[in-house]
């Protein structure tokens, strides 16, 4: 069963006046992980699409998505899928792909029809596509680790890149998640923008009562979502990103646009936030 959901772009100015159930209208992402479905967010911003299938016990087909116009829901995009549950399987082409817990599997353009089975929660993340690469599952031994932060500052935390120039070749998709070591809450401190690109965010491995504060909008005009275990955020190119936790947590953070520069992105200092 597939349920699509359209989120249209927001301009900053428009995001100024909005009051909290605006921000979590546009910006929230929320329901997408529910058992037997597959639940799509299909947004303009670079029309980045993010979601969740849960086969629970029966097998789930993602082949025909209305909103693309296409044959089939790959054959103009990429896509990059993470476990976050049981071990599960993807079936994609003529190739059966086994995911545990936080492996990621990326899929070229013209796969054709994703199958998805077993015990998974998978997450998914697609962007269009001009050019093909091959389909590739990298497990944890296979991503590249970046430590980052100091305990001093809250934020000591693991970078996973998965679907990255570092570890392999995609089109316009990068994907990768990172973990919060035991005391650290803080992400992605000091923010940034990276007006080239959007950027979405999944916060996951959190207990049902925890919360991450997300923070967003313009540098001067920052806002905020408060955020649950497997819920999202769509961040657009004007917007920061960052947030802090209540107790353990990690976020998947995935991005389309101009260039697949991981680095390339403008800081903003605490002191130049309001």
């Known amino acids: 069963m597939l349920f699509v959901e359209t989120r249209h772009a927001v301009h900053p100015h428009h995001a100024k006046g909005m009051d909290t159930a605006a921000l979590r209208t546009h910006f929230l992402a929320q329901g997408m992980f529910q058992d037997g479905q597959i639940r799509l967010i299909y947004t303009h911003y670079d029309r980045f699409v993010m979601g ?7 097998d789930l087909v993602l082949d025909v998505v209305e909103e693309t116009k296409t044959p089939s829901f790959l054959d103009r995009r990429e896509m990059g899928i993470v476990n976050i549950g049981d071990t599960g399987t993807v079936r994609a082409g003529d190739e059966t792909h086994t995911l545990d817990r936080g492996d990621v599997l990326y899929l070229g353009m013209g796969t054709g029809a994703v199958t998805f089975a077993g015990g998974g929660r998978f997450y998914i993340t697609s962007a269009p596509a001009h050019r093909a690469f091959p389909s590739k599952l990298i497990t944890l031994a296979d991503c590249i680790e970046v430590k980052m932060g100091e305990a001093a500052q809250s934020n000591k935390r693991t970078i996973k890149q998965f679907i990255h120039p570092k570890v392999m070749e ?105």
Request: glycine share 10%; aromatic share 10%; hydrophobic share 40%.
């Open 170 to 274: 995609s089109c316009q998709l990068i994907l990768g998640y990172t973990s919060l070591e035991e005391g650290s809450v803080w992400n992605t401190i000091p923010s940034h923008i990276h007006d080239r690109r959007m950027e979405a965010y999944l916060y996951w491995g959190m207990t049902p009562e925890a919360r991450v504060l997300h923070l967003m909008g313009e540098p001067a005009e920052t806002r905020h979502l408060f955020i649950a275990n497997e819920e999202g955020a769509i961040s657009p190119p004007w917007s920061i990103h960052s947030g802090a936790g209540i107790g353990e947590y990690t976020f998947i953070w995935a991005m389309a646009g101009d260039n697949v520069d991981y680095t390339d992105m403008e800081f903003i200092q605490p002191k130049d936030m309001a």
């Open 52 to 58: 969740g299938a849960v086969p629970a016990g029966r």
